[in-house]
């Protein structure tokens, strides 16, 4: 109806999720005094004075994020929550709050809706969280969920992207590609099912992996755990894209080097054998599988004691200075550690 | 590929929006100490002490919210911005920060995405807002905005929507039914333009309706000018729905009952030569129009010299004891108000 103002015709693919962010909030300006911190890390910061507010949210997508043939609503409901709260334990916080958006087409009945509510309550439950908020609307099309998760950190134990230093010990929650292979038996079962639809889905035997990309927790325990210890990590991220990706986040964040040994990545021994099926390379699946939502931190060398006999942490590597990230191989060759994330894995 | 879950099949329409969202939100159970209000106004509040957050978060959708044949993209970043920025001074609190989902389609290039943002960052700098997080993700259809705005609400000033007492005056600030009447305009250019892509839609003359719909703004300024008189209003709502139906939101929450006389309903002049030529009722219009994002309150009597003077603001009504709402119609007769949103009307 009114002439086009977009002669120019830049796909978004050129510049990638990360990239188009960057894009596109590199002019922002920040004016409000209490803004500690904005776009950049895993939450943004809101200044109360004694303690900060921490906010983040997120935006499910169906076709994008999620596959209804193969994920229940309920839990749809409970990862959408999980996936948020994670990104305000990832500042060293505790969630408290969250507002849900739902955009739902008419194909959906309000039992659906019923379902995917009862996934978000049962989460909320688990996890101390008040539903406080949020907003319900038609949608044309697909089923989209927009979760913003609010909490509070304590000043002093701020765990930022930046902040690790040298001689840091990088440390990681949990263990990781079972989020991965839990979708790529899905997504098998799912291609069975759409040659015959007779056949019923082999899911035996996967449970835990299954559980890890169908109904992930956040690491509210490793926060409470880390405070029970008394560390304060130096900088910290939450494992969504894949292992790769969040240390050179945080190495570019911190601007230090980050050195992780292969053979000390925590990997379930269900994900060896399931690797082998597959014809897949664990560590390629720990690096870049993404979804696990465990927590990646550094640590000062002196807090080592602290950890290093809990059986929910692993070290996996140091800091020293410089930039950018390494694997040290199990054979004991240096790689560069290039970011790979979920996404460009299935393409 | 797993068995249906969901035997029953109620339509959400058979609800409503409202209700499905009071169904949804039935058992929802608060437990943090800091939760001061939860669901069922315009924005949530957490406790910070000496002060309230106020937290709001709506959903836009393509199709449903808007339509891109007509409205430009940089507008719709602003609107975007301005729906929930208004739910924050609807508390007589100062909005400070939002959040930014966007889900979008690649049909949609970079540029596209960049003038939204352009009418984000222009909404932030007029209104003082820092934008501080965010997400942007792939959708396979539509675009989609999801907001949360933040920002601060003084204890004393705190207005909801329940508070209304008997013998308080209702006042609306700026003019009603000017958005209603401009999306009219539009739908009709859209259908002259759909019939013959050569003719150029005729806007000239609508400047004011045109912009209420495509560039609404939120009224800061009245919760300035309301501090500035030392008026505290004992209820407040915003308009996006029409008056009737946030009428009867503050009449229900503030378990009184209001009465707006018909004859002191502010509504642009435009608007009754508009009215007449697409055969609609003025008054009708500006109770179920719906969009204007003013704001409707209440005072105290004793304030009501305080305000009088002020072109800003008309006292269109008063409260008394009782539940519903009235209209007092021009020959003076009165009539029940019915909730009759903006949707209903377009049905």
Redesign the interface.
Known sequence: ??DS??P????????G?FG??E???K??????P??A???GDD??L?D?GEYY?A?????L?????FDL??M??KHLGYKSVMVNLSDIYAMNGMA??I??????S?R????????I?EGI?LA??RY???????????????L?L?I?A?G?VEKPKLAKRSGAKNNDLVVVSGDLGGAYMGLQILER??QV?LENPDMQ?ELNGHEYILERQLKPESRKDIIELLEGLEVVPTSMIDISDGLSSEVLHLAKSSEVQFNIYENKIPIDPSIFTLCEEFNMNTTTVALSGGEDYELLFTIALEDHDKIKANPNLTIIGYVKEGSGAHLITRDEKVVELKAQGFKHMEE
């Open positions: 109806m009114f103002k977009n120019q015709r830049t796909p978004i693919s050129s510049l999720e188009l962010i894009h596109l909030t002019n922002t300006i920040l004016k409000q209490s803004t911190l904005g776009i939450a943004a809101i109360q507010t906010i983040s949210t997120d935006m997508v169906e076709g994008i994020h043939s193969y229940p609503l408290q709050h507002t849900v958006g739902i955009a739902v008419n959906f009945p309000v039992e659906a809706v019923e379902e509510y309550n909320c439950a101390n969280i008040d539903l406080i908020g949020g907003d319900t609307t038609a949608s044309h099309s697909g989209i927009s913003t609010v509070r079962e799912k099912y889905p």
